[in-house]
């Protein structure tokens, strides 16, 4: 599947609020717009100065969370959409997948900057949207020895318009993208034990 069609569909579903067997889910509206978000937002897991960076002046923004278990497919997100539909997102799912093949797939889109990290983590900064690898076994994965590795792969991106834009906005990005990350380890309850960055990377340095 293309880039742009996966992230055409990632859009619908958060938009539309998709029901996933197992999942914790709920919506917050805001009626003072992003200056009546609490400090954190999306179960305390993402610093309201990151939409304030990015979303646009509104009346009315939606907070949406959804949590999975060990083992689901999706095992956290967080979206803020503002009445005129811009959508500041970010969303963690577990899948099989080594470096090399996450590398390949998004080899194609020539706007990406690889950001330097440690620990086994990767990720790859765009103007408008992000994605990180984290090595991640669940605590009961499927297949034996020689399988798929597993790993947490995490989309995340901002729609329509914004307030920011070049390195500002690719930062403000990486940073959702690296919160959700974060809280998506500790919900899957990942075998390995990686080390993530004090705060997320900067984009800027990988040039």
């Known amino acids: 599947m293309k880039k742009e069609s996966k992230d055409a569909l990632l859009v619908t579903a958060l938009i539309a609020g998709i029901s996933v067997s197992g999942f914790l889910g709920y919506r917050e509206v805001f009626l003072d717009g992003v200056e009546d978000l609490p400090e954190r937002v999306c179960d305390a897991t993402v610093d309201n100065s990151i939409a304030a960076r990015v979303l646009p002046d509104t009346r009315k923004v939606t907070v949406q969370t959804s949590q999975g278990r060990p083992g689901d497919d999706i095992i956290f997100s967080c979206s803020l959409t503002t009445e005129e539909e ?122």
Request: charge should be negative.
């Open 86 to 207: 811009s959508i500041l997102f970010a969303r963690a799912e577990m899948m099989k997948s080594s470096q090399e093949s996450w590398r390949n797939y998004h080899a194609d889109n020539k706007d990406g900057k690889p950001i330097d990290l440690a620990g086994g983590i990767e990720a790859t900064s765009w103007p408008r949207d992000a994605t990180i690898y984290i090595p991640c076994t669940p605590p009961y994965p499927e297949g034996g020895a020689g399988s798929q590795p597993y790993a947490l792969t995490v989309t995340a991106g901002m729609f329509s318009e914004s307030r920011a834009s070049g390195d500002e906005l690719r930062q403000a990005i990486v940073d959702i993208g690296f919160q959700v990350a974060e809280r998506a380890y500790e919900v899957a309850e990942c075998k390995e034990e990686t080390d993530f960055p004090p705060r997320p990377p900067r984009t800027v340095a990988s040039r």
